[in-house]
């Protein structure tokens, strides 16, 4: 199984209550662990239920496990439970002035907290960003936060059939208007009716309305 897909299944609730109440995206959290924890399968995670990768620092009272990161042996934070990981990568992010300005980004703007993590020294690698925008991209994690805004939920996938299965079709390089009503057996004039294009000229990731649920047309 994909193990990726299975860490998701098992925290996306954990991150999604975290966003409620901390205003972090579920979607930025959940890349963040997968990422910090092999997918839950790294040293930190099982040994010490560190999901993040926290190290001590000075204000740490609790258990603590050594490991070596940037440098020997480095001292890193042991929890109870992966709960308790997620709610003090909240606490982390809320608490220091550094992180101050991402919580000013729009709560579903990954790219822009991915930038931010990044720029506030959350972590060194400077792929860091991309490394967490493609995993959020490849599992649709952004997901996870129009759920927790009550927004609907996009996906990008070629056509989608989303709640109100009004189909659409994302225009690709050398798609023509005759080729995508073609495709979904309505005429020229329907597409052009349901997407109120007045000439024939197409960009490439264009999103046409191909069967609108409405009984208008």
Not at 92 to 104: E, S, V
Request: with cysteine.
């Amino acid at each position: 199984g994909d193990k990726v897909a299975n860490y998701v299944e098992q925290f996306k609730e954990v991150a999604m209550k975290e966003m409620k109440l901390y205003k972090i995206p579920a979607s930025i959290t959940l890349a963040q662990g997968i990422l910090e924890s092999g997918s839950g399968f790294g040293r930190l995670s099982v040994e010490a239920n560190n999901h993040f990768g926290i190290k001590c620092h000075t204000a740490w009272t609790g258990e603590r496990i050594y490991h070596d990161d940037d440098e020997d042996q480095e001292c890193f934070r042991k929890y109870v439970s992966p709960d308790y990981s997620y709610r003090d990568h909240s606490l982390f992010l809320t608490q220091r002035k550094r992180y101050a300005g991402l919580f000013k980004l729009d709560k579903d703007d990954y790219k822009g907290w991915a930038q931010g993590l990044r720029k506030a020294g959350y972590a060194t690698d400077k792929r860091y960003p991309q490394k967490l925008i493609s995993l959020i991209e490849r599992y649709e994690l952004y997901q996870y936060d129009a759920i927790v805004l009550g927004n609907p939920v996009k996906t990008y996938s070629e056509t989608t059939t989303s709640t109100d299965t009004t189909q659409r079709h994302i225009v690709k390089s050398g798609d023509t208007l005759y080729g995508i009503a073609k495709k979904y057996n309505i005429t020229v004039a329907q597409l052009k009716t349901f997407n109120s294009l007045k000439s024939t000229n197409l960009s490439i990731g264009q999103v046409l309305i191909v069967n609108p649920t409405s009984k208008d047309f």
